[in-house]
């Protein structure tokens, strides 16, 4: 069973840091592209970042490139997702996803619970 559990989440202040894991299990992890999607209240899941399986790329939505790095250690079987500079709009549940292809889209293969981040202004 594949399993995907997030942890860091939390509250943050406007232009603080926060640092998302992901945990994997169940797959073999270099094999797939990770990615980083979230959710606002009310919104569509929209795409945040993905890297490559052995990490040497990757790709971010434009309203978080430059603030956030998507990395991953394939020993410990982890994606992580580093928020810097985080906005009130950064605000949303993020998840993660396992997938066959590097893609903006909803189109990965296992997805996580879900972890929330409220950045207060």
């Known amino acids: 069973q594949v399993q995907l559990v997030e942890s860091g989440g939390g509250l943050v202040q406007a232009g603080g840091s926060l640092r998302l894991s992901c945990a994997a299990s169940g797959l073999t992890f270099r094999s797939y592209v990770m990615g980083w999607f979230r959710q606002a209240p009310g919104e569509e899941r929209e795409f945040v970042a993905a890297?490559?399986?052995?990490?040497?790329?990757?790709y971010y939505a434009h309203s978080v490139k430059g603030r956030f790095t998507i990395s991953r250690n394939n020993a410990e079987n982890t994606v992580y997702l580093q928020m810097n500079s985080l906005k009130f709009e950064d605000t949303a549940v993020y998840y993660c996803a396992a997938g066959d292809r590097m893609t903006v889209l909803n189109d990965y293969k296992y997805w996580g619970q879900g972890a929330q981040v409220t950045v207060s202004s």
């Open positions: 890297v490559s399986g052995n990490g040497g790329t990757t």
